[in-house]
Protein backbone atom coordinates (compact mmCIF):
# COMPACT_ATOMS: atom_id res chain seq x y z
CA UNK A 1 0.00 0.00 0.00
CA UNK A 2 1.60 3.65 -0.88
CA UNK A 3 2.10 5.66 2.29
CA UNK A 4 0.03 8.30 1.64
CA UNK A 5 -2.98 5.45 1.01
CA UNK A 6 -1.73 4.12 4.38
CA UNK A 7 -1.72 7.15 6.47
CA UNK A 8 -5.28 8.05 5.14
CA UNK A 9 -6.23 4.85 6.01
CA UNK A 10 -5.11 4.93 9.78
CA UNK A 11 -5.87 8.71 9.76
CA UNK A 12 -9.41 8.95 9.72
CA UNK A 13 -11.15 11.59 11.48
CA UNK A 14 -8.60 14.11 12.73
CA UNK A 15 -7.77 13.08 16.44
CA UNK A 16 -9.52 14.72 18.89
CA UNK A 17 -11.28 17.41 17.07
CA UNK A 18 -14.72 16.42 18.63
CA UNK A 19 -13.64 17.43 22.03
CA UNK A 20 -10.23 19.62 21.61
CA UNK A 21 -8.90 16.57 23.73
CA UNK A 22 -6.08 15.84 20.80
CA UNK A 23 -2.74 16.75 22.56
CA UNK A 24 -0.08 19.34 20.82
CA UNK A 25 3.30 16.82 20.16
CA UNK A 26 6.30 18.34 19.91
CA UNK A 27 9.51 15.93 18.76
CA UNK A 28 12.68 16.64 19.70
CA UNK A 29 15.50 15.79 17.03
CA UNK A 30 14.76 15.58 13.63
CA UNK A 31 17.06 12.97 12.53
CA UNK A 32 15.88 9.59 11.24
CA UNK A 33 13.59 8.53 13.95
CA UNK A 34 12.53 12.05 14.77
CA UNK A 35 11.46 13.37 11.24
CA UNK A 36 9.59 10.12 10.37
CA UNK A 37 7.38 10.37 13.97
CA UNK A 38 6.76 14.16 13.04
CA UNK A 39 5.90 13.39 9.74
CA UNK A 40 3.47 10.56 10.47
CA UNK A 41 1.99 12.51 13.46
CA UNK A 42 1.14 15.30 11.17
CA UNK A 43 -0.33 13.49 8.62
CA UNK A 44 -2.41 11.38 11.36
CA UNK A 45 -4.03 14.64 12.19
CA UNK A 46 -2.17 15.92 15.52
CA UNK A 47 -0.30 19.27 15.29
CA UNK A 48 3.63 18.48 15.49
CA UNK A 49 6.30 20.84 16.03
CA UNK A 50 9.75 19.09 15.13
CA UNK A 51 13.04 20.77 16.84
CA UNK A 52 16.45 20.20 16.29
CA UNK A 53 19.65 22.25 17.16
CA UNK A 54 21.19 21.61 13.70
CA UNK A 55 19.39 24.84 11.33
CA UNK A 56 20.38 23.41 8.43
CA UNK A 57 18.42 20.35 8.82
CA UNK A 58 15.20 22.43 10.40
CA UNK A 59 15.27 24.27 6.63
CA UNK A 60 15.63 21.61 5.10
CA UNK A 61 12.48 19.92 6.69
CA UNK A 62 10.36 23.05 6.65
CA UNK A 63 11.42 23.53 2.61
CA UNK A 64 9.73 19.98 2.11
CA UNK A 65 13.11 18.14 1.68
CA UNK A 66 13.77 14.48 3.51
CA UNK A 67 17.53 14.58 4.21
CA UNK A 68 18.11 11.30 4.43
CA UNK A 69 16.10 8.34 2.13
CA UNK A 70 13.01 6.28 3.02
CA UNK A 71 10.71 5.26 0.98
CA UNK A 72 7.14 6.81 1.13
CA UNK A 73 8.31 9.75 3.61
CA UNK A 74 9.26 12.96 0.82
CA UNK A 75 5.34 12.48 -0.23
CA UNK A 76 4.14 12.36 3.39
CA UNK A 77 6.50 15.41 4.32
CA UNK A 78 5.00 17.12 1.71
CA UNK A 79 1.43 16.41 2.80
CA UNK A 80 2.03 17.21 6.21
CA UNK A 81 3.49 20.66 5.53
CA UNK A 82 0.39 21.30 3.03
CA UNK A 83 -2.12 20.57 6.29
CA UNK A 84 -0.21 23.18 8.04
CA UNK A 85 -0.01 20.79 10.93
CA UNK A 86 3.59 20.41 10.95
CA UNK A 87 6.12 22.83 11.45
CA UNK A 88 9.92 23.00 12.50
CA UNK A 89 12.08 25.05 14.51
CA UNK A 90 14.87 25.38 16.47
CA UNK A 91 13.63 27.02 19.86
CA UNK A 92 13.14 25.20 22.87
CA UNK A 93 11.33 27.30 24.41
CA UNK A 94 8.76 27.61 21.37
CA UNK A 95 8.30 23.61 22.03
CA UNK A 96 7.84 23.93 25.64
CA UNK A 97 5.40 26.33 25.44
CA UNK A 98 3.22 24.84 22.28
CA UNK A 99 3.76 20.94 23.54
CA UNK A 100 1.60 19.10 25.87
CA UNK A 101 3.28 16.19 25.04
CA UNK A 102 7.09 16.10 23.87
CA UNK A 103 8.61 12.91 22.33
CA UNK A 104 12.52 12.76 22.57
CA UNK A 105 14.14 11.14 19.42
CA UNK A 106 17.57 11.87 19.96
CA UNK A 107 20.64 9.88 18.84
CA UNK A 108 22.75 7.18 21.36
CA UNK A 109 25.69 6.28 19.85
CA UNK A 110 28.32 4.46 20.74
CA UNK A 111 31.35 6.11 23.08
CA UNK A 112 34.38 6.73 21.46
CA UNK A 113 36.80 4.06 22.93
CA UNK A 114 34.14 2.42 24.58
CA UNK A 115 30.81 -0.39 24.09
CA UNK A 116 28.84 2.62 25.99
CA UNK A 117 26.16 4.53 24.88
CA UNK A 118 26.64 8.12 24.29
CA UNK A 119 23.95 10.10 26.57
CA UNK A 120 25.31 13.19 25.58
CA UNK A 121 22.19 14.06 23.34
CA UNK A 122 19.32 12.79 25.31
CA UNK A 123 21.00 14.19 28.40
CA UNK A 124 21.60 17.46 26.83
CA UNK A 125 17.84 17.84 24.88
CA UNK A 126 15.69 16.76 27.68
CA UNK A 127 18.21 19.37 29.95
CA UNK A 128 17.11 21.96 27.56
CA UNK A 129 13.79 21.15 27.11
CA UNK A 130 12.97 20.91 30.61
CA UNK A 131 14.20 24.73 31.43
CA UNK A 132 11.27 25.93 29.70
CA UNK A 133 8.64 23.37 31.39
CA UNK A 134 6.06 25.67 33.03
CA UNK A 135 3.30 23.80 32.90
CA UNK A 136 1.78 20.10 33.13
CA UNK A 137 3.29 18.25 30.41
CA UNK A 138 4.73 14.99 29.23
CA UNK A 139 7.88 13.99 28.27
CA UNK A 140 8.16 10.92 26.65
CA UNK A 141 11.99 8.94 25.57
CA UNK A 142 10.97 7.23 22.47
CA UNK A 143 15.56 7.20 21.98
CA UNK A 144 17.60 3.43 23.01
CA UNK A 145 18.77 3.65 26.06
CA UNK A 146 20.80 2.15 28.73
CA UNK A 147 18.20 0.89 31.29
CA UNK A 148 17.94 3.21 34.53
CA UNK A 149 18.53 6.00 32.05
CA UNK A 150 14.16 6.82 32.96
CA UNK A 151 15.05 6.93 36.49
CA UNK A 152 17.52 9.42 36.09
CA UNK A 153 15.80 11.54 33.56
CA UNK A 154 12.97 11.70 35.47
CA UNK A 155 14.81 13.38 38.48
CA UNK A 156 16.62 15.57 35.85
CA UNK A 157 13.29 16.81 34.50
CA UNK A 158 11.81 17.91 38.09
CA UNK A 159 15.17 19.67 38.88
CA UNK A 160 14.96 21.69 36.43
CA UNK A 161 11.50 22.33 35.24
CA UNK A 162 9.93 25.23 36.38
CA UNK A 163 6.77 23.22 36.66
CA UNK A 164 8.58 20.79 38.84
CA UNK A 165 6.57 17.73 39.64
CA UNK A 166 3.84 18.71 37.63
CA UNK A 167 6.40 17.49 34.10
CA UNK A 168 6.20 13.74 34.08
CA UNK A 169 8.09 11.35 31.95
CA UNK A 170 7.35 7.99 29.89
CA UNK A 171 8.86 5.53 27.86
CA UNK A 172 7.91 4.73 24.43
CA UNK A 173 10.68 2.20 22.58
CA UNK A 174 10.67 2.69 18.86
CA UNK A 175 10.72 -0.23 16.51
CA UNK A 176 11.30 1.21 12.99
CA UNK A 177 12.81 -0.67 10.20
CA UNK A 178 14.71 1.15 7.60
CA UNK A 179 13.19 1.21 4.40
CA UNK A 180 9.72 0.49 6.45
CA UNK A 181 9.65 3.02 8.95
CA UNK A 182 6.61 4.84 7.79
CA UNK A 183 4.52 1.57 7.88
CA UNK A 184 6.43 0.38 11.32
CA UNK A 185 5.15 4.49 12.48
CA UNK A 186 1.21 4.27 10.99
CA UNK A 187 0.64 0.45 11.48
CA UNK A 188 3.27 -0.42 14.61
CA UNK A 189 3.03 -4.22 15.70
CA UNK A 190 2.31 -3.40 18.85
CA UNK A 191 2.98 -0.09 21.29
CA UNK A 192 4.96 -0.03 24.48
CA UNK A 193 3.83 2.42 27.15
CA UNK A 194 5.98 2.91 30.08
CA UNK A 195 4.30 5.17 32.41
CA UNK A 196 4.81 6.07 36.10
CA UNK A 197 0.85 7.29 36.47
CA UNK A 198 -2.70 6.38 34.44
CA UNK A 199 -2.32 10.52 33.76
CA UNK A 200 1.05 9.43 31.44
CA UNK A 201 -1.06 6.14 30.29
CA UNK A 202 -4.02 8.72 29.49
CA UNK A 203 -1.91 11.12 27.35
CA UNK A 204 -0.08 8.51 25.49
CA UNK A 205 -2.95 6.69 24.42
CA UNK A 206 -4.80 9.85 23.26
CA UNK A 207 -1.09 10.41 21.32
CA UNK A 208 -1.79 7.74 19.47
CA UNK A 209 -5.72 7.38 19.33
CA UNK A 210 -5.58 6.79 15.46
CA UNK A 211 -2.83 4.36 15.54
CA UNK A 212 -5.10 2.21 18.82
CA UNK A 213 -8.25 2.72 16.86
CA UNK A 214 -6.64 0.38 14.52
CA UNK A 215 -6.51 -2.71 17.06
CA UNK A 216 -3.13 -2.24 17.51
CA UNK A 217 -1.92 -3.94 20.74
CA UNK A 218 -1.27 -1.94 23.65
CA UNK A 219 1.51 -3.00 26.22
CA UNK A 220 1.74 -1.06 29.65
CA UNK A 221 4.39 -1.33 31.74
CA UNK A 222 7.04 0.16 33.84
CA UNK A 223 9.55 2.45 32.95
CA UNK A 224 12.29 0.37 33.33
CA UNK A 225 10.40 -2.91 31.42
CA UNK A 226 10.22 -0.44 28.54
CA UNK A 227 13.71 0.83 28.46
CA UNK A 228 14.74 -2.90 28.40
CA UNK A 229 12.14 -4.23 25.53
CA UNK A 230 13.95 -2.33 22.28
CA UNK A 231 17.44 -3.71 23.64
CA UNK A 232 16.13 -6.90 24.74
CA UNK A 233 14.35 -7.40 20.76
CA UNK A 234 17.35 -6.22 18.98
CA UNK A 235 19.44 -8.67 20.85
CA UNK A 236 17.31 -11.38 20.42
CA UNK A 237 17.34 -10.36 16.45
CA UNK A 238 21.04 -10.04 16.23
CA UNK A 239 21.47 -13.11 18.16
CA UNK A 240 19.09 -15.17 15.70
CA UNK A 241 21.22 -13.88 12.81
CA UNK A 242 24.21 -14.65 14.02
CA UNK A 243 23.36 -18.39 15.18
CA UNK A 244 22.55 -19.22 11.58
CA UNK A 245 25.94 -17.46 10.56
CA UNK A 246 27.94 -19.48 13.32
CA UNK A 247 25.82 -22.50 11.58
CA UNK A 248 27.39 -21.16 8.07
CA UNK A 249 31.23 -21.39 9.52
CA UNK A 250 29.98 -25.16 10.54
CA UNK A 251 28.87 -25.84 6.89
CA UNK A 252 31.93 -24.18 5.37
CA UNK A 253 34.09 -26.85 7.70
CA UNK A 254 32.44 -29.84 6.89
CA UNK A 255 30.83 -29.40 2.95
CA UNK A 256 27.62 -28.58 4.48
CA UNK A 257 25.04 -26.10 2.93
CA UNK A 258 23.56 -23.37 5.28
CA UNK A 259 20.64 -22.25 2.72
CA UNK A 260 19.07 -26.07 3.18
CA UNK A 261 19.43 -25.91 6.61
CA UNK A 262 18.37 -22.28 7.67
CA UNK A 263 15.04 -24.05 5.27
CA UNK A 264 14.77 -26.93 7.33
CA UNK A 265 14.82 -24.86 10.60
CA UNK A 266 12.49 -22.59 9.45
CA UNK A 267 9.59 -25.33 9.32
CA UNK A 268 9.70 -25.39 13.07
CA UNK A 269 7.16 -23.15 14.36
CA UNK A 270 9.01 -23.07 17.54
CA UNK A 271 12.20 -21.44 15.37
CA UNK A 272 10.26 -19.61 12.26
CA UNK A 273 12.27 -18.63 9.64
CA UNK A 274 12.44 -14.73 10.16
CA UNK A 275 16.26 -13.63 10.17
CA UNK A 276 17.33 -17.01 9.69
CA UNK A 277 19.18 -15.42 6.86
CA UNK A 278 22.92 -16.67 6.44
CA UNK A 279 25.24 -14.25 4.97
CA UNK A 280 27.37 -11.17 5.26
CA UNK A 281 25.20 -9.97 8.90
CA UNK A 282 23.68 -7.36 10.67
CA UNK A 283 24.84 -3.55 10.37
CA UNK A 284 23.47 -0.09 10.47
CA UNK A 285 23.21 2.49 13.45
CA UNK A 286 21.10 -0.25 16.07
CA UNK A 287 22.03 -3.65 16.23
CA UNK A 288 25.81 -3.86 16.95
CA UNK A 289 25.92 -0.89 19.29
CA UNK A 290 22.83 -1.76 20.85
CA UNK A 291 23.78 -5.12 21.17
CA UNK A 292 27.63 -3.44 22.85
CA UNK A 293 25.98 -0.89 25.13
CA UNK A 294 23.48 -3.96 26.60
CA UNK A 295 26.33 -5.98 27.43
CA UNK A 296 28.29 -3.13 28.74
CA UNK A 297 25.59 -2.13 31.25
CA UNK A 298 24.61 -4.94 31.84
CA UNK A 299 28.32 -5.52 33.29
CA UNK A 300 27.91 -2.22 35.23
CA UNK A 301 24.98 -3.53 36.88
CA UNK A 302 26.58 -6.49 37.77
CA UNK A 303 24.73 -9.20 35.72
CA UNK A 304 27.08 -8.81 32.82
CA UNK A 305 27.43 -13.11 32.67
CA UNK A 306 23.94 -12.86 31.97
CA UNK A 307 24.27 -11.68 28.60
CA UNK A 308 28.18 -12.59 27.58
CA UNK A 309 26.77 -14.99 24.86
CA UNK A 310 26.30 -10.63 23.27
CA UNK A 311 30.10 -10.74 23.17
CA UNK A 312 30.34 -13.68 20.74
CA UNK A 313 27.25 -12.69 18.90
CA UNK A 314 28.98 -9.48 17.66
CA UNK A 315 31.92 -11.58 16.77
CA UNK A 316 30.44 -14.12 14.88
CA UNK A 317 28.61 -11.10 13.47
CA UNK A 318 32.45 -9.97 12.38
CA UNK A 319 33.72 -13.02 11.74
CA UNK A 320 31.39 -12.85 8.24
CA UNK A 321 32.69 -9.96 6.98
CA UNK A 322 36.34 -11.11 6.95
CA UNK A 323 35.35 -14.83 5.40
CA UNK A 324 33.74 -12.36 2.87
CA UNK A 325 37.00 -11.13 1.96
CA UNK A 326 38.06 -14.56 2.13
CA UNK A 327 36.13 -15.56 -0.49
CA UNK A 328 37.20 -12.60 -3.17
CA UNK A 329 40.63 -13.33 -2.37
CA UNK A 330 40.35 -17.55 -2.72
CA UNK A 331 38.56 -16.31 -5.81
CA UNK A 332 40.84 -14.55 -7.27
CA UNK A 333 44.29 -16.72 -6.97
CA UNK A 334 45.10 -15.95 -3.39
CA UNK A 335 46.49 -11.94 -3.84
CA UNK A 336 44.34 -9.33 -4.49
CA UNK A 337 46.84 -7.02 -5.35
CA UNK A 338 46.13 -4.83 -8.45
CA UNK A 339 42.38 -7.41 -8.38
CA UNK A 340 39.67 -5.46 -10.25
CA UNK A 341 36.46 -6.08 -8.02
CA UNK A 342 32.75 -4.45 -8.44
CA UNK A 343 30.96 -4.42 -4.88
CA UNK A 344 27.45 -4.43 -5.15
CA UNK A 345 26.18 -2.10 -2.26
CA UNK A 346 27.16 0.21 0.51
CA UNK A 347 24.27 1.07 2.60
CA UNK A 348 23.93 -1.93 5.70
CA UNK A 349 20.46 -2.65 3.98
CA UNK A 350 18.00 -2.43 0.99
CA UNK A 351 16.04 0.34 0.91
CA UNK A 352 18.38 2.77 3.33
CA UNK A 353 21.32 4.96 2.72
CA UNK A 354 22.77 4.17 6.00
CA UNK A 355 26.32 3.30 6.16
CA UNK A 356 26.56 3.34 9.88
CA UNK A 357 28.29 0.32 10.47
CA UNK A 358 27.60 -1.10 6.96
CA UNK A 359 28.88 -4.56 6.21
CA UNK A 360 29.11 -4.15 2.50
CA UNK A 361 31.57 -0.62 3.14
CA UNK A 362 33.42 -2.65 6.04
CA UNK A 363 34.16 -5.74 3.18
CA UNK A 364 34.96 -2.89 0.55
CA UNK A 365 37.56 -0.98 2.71
CA UNK A 366 39.09 -4.24 3.24
CA UNK A 367 39.63 -5.26 -0.22
CA UNK A 368 40.75 -1.78 -1.16
CA UNK A 369 43.46 -2.20 1.89
CA UNK A 370 44.38 -5.79 0.39
CA UNK A 371 45.54 -3.73 -2.89
CA UNK A 372 42.45 -4.51 -4.98
CA UNK A 373 41.32 -2.12 -6.83
CA UNK A 374 37.48 -1.90 -5.72
CA UNK A 375 34.37 0.40 -7.20
CA UNK A 376 30.98 0.26 -5.12
CA UNK A 377 28.08 0.96 -6.66
CA UNK A 378 24.83 1.36 -4.44
CA UNK A 379 21.28 2.82 -5.79
CA UNK A 380 20.84 5.29 -2.72
CA UNK A 381 24.22 5.06 -0.58
CA UNK A 382 26.64 6.38 -2.72
CA UNK A 383 27.70 9.96 -1.68
CA UNK A 384 27.24 9.18 2.11
CA UNK A 385 30.20 5.93 1.03
CA UNK A 386 31.95 8.54 -0.88
CA UNK A 387 32.43 11.18 2.04
CA UNK A 388 32.85 8.00 4.68
CA UNK A 389 35.41 6.33 2.45
CA UNK A 390 36.82 8.22 -0.81
CA UNK A 391 39.34 5.95 -1.04
CA UNK A 392 37.28 3.86 -2.68
CA UNK A 393 36.19 4.16 -6.64
CA UNK A 394 32.41 4.51 -7.18
CA UNK A 395 30.12 3.70 -10.01
CA UNK A 396 27.10 5.05 -11.63
CA UNK A 397 25.43 1.14 -12.23
CA UNK A 398 26.24 -2.30 -11.86
CA UNK A 399 27.11 -2.90 -14.87
CA UNK A 400 29.20 -0.16 -16.25
CA UNK A 401 30.76 -0.78 -12.27
CA UNK A 402 31.30 -3.79 -13.51
CA UNK A 403 33.16 -3.47 -16.84
CA UNK A 404 36.27 -4.94 -16.91
CA UNK A 405 36.05 -6.39 -13.24
CA UNK A 406 37.59 -9.82 -11.95
CA UNK A 407 35.33 -10.73 -9.17
CA UNK A 408 32.10 -9.16 -8.61
CA UNK A 409 30.61 -9.36 -4.71
CA UNK A 410 27.15 -9.16 -3.79
CA UNK A 411 27.28 -6.81 -0.60
CA UNK A 412 23.88 -5.32 -0.26
CA UNK A 413 20.68 -6.98 -1.36
CA UNK A 414 19.21 -4.41 -3.13
CA UNK A 415 15.94 -5.37 -5.77
CA UNK A 416 17.95 -4.25 -8.82
CA UNK A 417 21.20 -6.61 -7.71
CA UNK A 418 19.16 -9.28 -7.43
CA UNK A 419 17.77 -9.08 -10.68
CA UNK A 420 20.81 -8.77 -12.74
CA UNK A 421 21.14 -10.62 -15.82
CA UNK A 422 23.95 -12.82 -15.37
CA UNK A 423 24.57 -13.55 -19.55
CA UNK A 424 24.75 -9.30 -19.21
CA UNK A 425 26.97 -9.07 -16.69
CA UNK A 426 28.76 -11.87 -18.03
CA UNK A 427 29.45 -9.99 -21.28
CA UNK A 428 31.12 -6.51 -19.65
CA UNK A 429 33.16 -8.59 -16.72
CA UNK A 430 36.81 -10.03 -17.18
CA UNK A 431 36.11 -12.74 -15.69
CA UNK A 432 32.89 -14.87 -14.91
CA UNK A 433 33.03 -14.93 -10.99
CA UNK A 434 31.08 -13.51 -8.18
CA UNK A 435 30.78 -14.02 -4.54
CA UNK A 436 27.33 -13.61 -3.33
CA UNK A 437 27.54 -12.57 0.14
CA UNK A 438 23.73 -12.15 0.80
CA UNK A 439 22.19 -15.68 -0.67
CA UNK A 440 20.44 -13.14 -2.95
CA UNK A 441 21.11 -15.01 -5.91
CA UNK A 442 20.30 -18.05 -7.81
CA UNK A 443 23.13 -19.97 -8.05
CA UNK A 444 21.84 -22.61 -10.81
CA UNK A 445 20.90 -19.38 -13.39
CA UNK A 446 24.64 -18.05 -12.38
CA UNK A 447 26.63 -21.24 -12.87
CA UNK A 448 24.49 -22.12 -16.16
CA UNK A 449 25.51 -18.69 -17.48
CA UNK A 450 29.45 -19.60 -17.27
CA UNK A 451 30.04 -17.82 -13.51
CA UNK A 452 32.17 -19.30 -10.91
CA UNK A 453 29.34 -18.78 -7.66
CA UNK A 454 30.42 -18.62 -4.05
CA UNK A 455 28.48 -17.90 -0.90
CA UNK A 456 29.17 -18.14 2.80
CA UNK A 457 28.37 -21.51 3.96
CA UNK A 458 27.75 -23.04 0.79
CA UNK A 459 29.80 -25.99 -0.92
Known amino acids: MAAITLAEDVAGARPGEADGTAPRLTVIGTGYLGATHAICMAVLGFD ?176 TTAELVKVAANSFLATKISYINAMAEVCEATGGDVTGLAEALAYDDRIGGRFLKPGLGFGGGCLPKDIRAFAHRAEELGVGQAVAFLREVDGINKRRRARTVDLVREMAGGDLTGVRVTALGAAFKPNSDDIRDAPALDVARTLHELGAHVTVVDPAATEN ?75
Open 385 to 459: ARRSHPELSYGTDALSAATGADVVVLLTEWTEFRQIDPEAMGAVVASRRIVDGRHALDPVQWRTAGWEYRALGRP
Open 48 to 223: VLGVDVDPVKIERLAGGEVPFFEPGLPELLAKALDSGRLRFTTSFEEAAEFGDVHFICVGTPQQRGSDAADMTYVDGAVTELARHLRRRALVVGKSTVPVGTAARLTELVRSTAPAGSEVELAWNPEFLREGYAVDDTLRPDRLVFGIASDWAEERLRAAFAPVIARDTPVVVTDL
